[in-house]
């Protein structure tokens, strides 16, 4: 009896797939989703003028080190300004990262 249980069913024939649900992203199911996209978007332009600012300081920072011969003032600046520019990549990239894996995920079956 190899592969059978003890009902006599082969593991294989046991499986069964899952029920597909069917459900899928739609707009105006739930009230308050033009207000959570203001909100999102206000949250990103948000984030998007502190990360000027902080690439601001951060060359600051770095142009200053650089000058006066301070070396951690120019790793540290170095490395803001670095992280500065990732951060407004992630920002203004956010909706077409989100876009891409959403569709990729919707290919899974």
Same mark, same amino acid.
């Given at each position: 009896?190899? +592969?059978?249980?003890?009902?006599?069913?082969?593991?294989?024939?046991?499986?069964?797939?899952?029920?597909?649900?069917?459900?899928?992203?739609?707009? +105006? +199911?739930?009230? =308050?989703?033009?207000?959570?996209?203001?909100?999102?978007?206000?949250?990103?332009?948000?984030?998007?003028?502190?990360?000027?600012?902080?690439?601001?300081?951060?060359?600051?920072?770095?142009?200053? =080190?650089?000058?006066? +011969?301070?070396?951690?003032?120019?790793?540290?600046?170095?490395?803001?300004?670095?992280?500065?520019?990732?951060?407004?990549?992630?920002?203004?990239?956010?909706?077409?990262?989100?876009?891409?894996?959403?569709?990729?995920?919707?290919?899974?079956?």
């Amino acid at each position: 009896m190899h +592969g059978l249980h003890g009902d006599g069913l082969a593991l294989a024939d046991r499986l069964y797939l899952a029920f597909d649900p069917g459900i899928s992203p739609k707009g +105006g +199911g739930l009230p =308050g989703l033009a207000v959570l996209k203001n909100v999102v978007n206000s949250i990103n332009l948000f984030g998007i003028i502190a990360v000027v600012g902080a690439l601001a300081v951060s060359l600051a920072v770095w142009a200053w =080190g650089h000058h006066t +011969g301070g070396h951690q003032a120019e790793a540290n600046g170095k490395k803001g300004a670095t992280v500065a520019a990732g951060a407004a990549l992630g920002l203004g990239a956010a909706n077409g990262i989100v876009a891409f894996f959403s569709a990729l995920g919707s290919q899974v079956q």
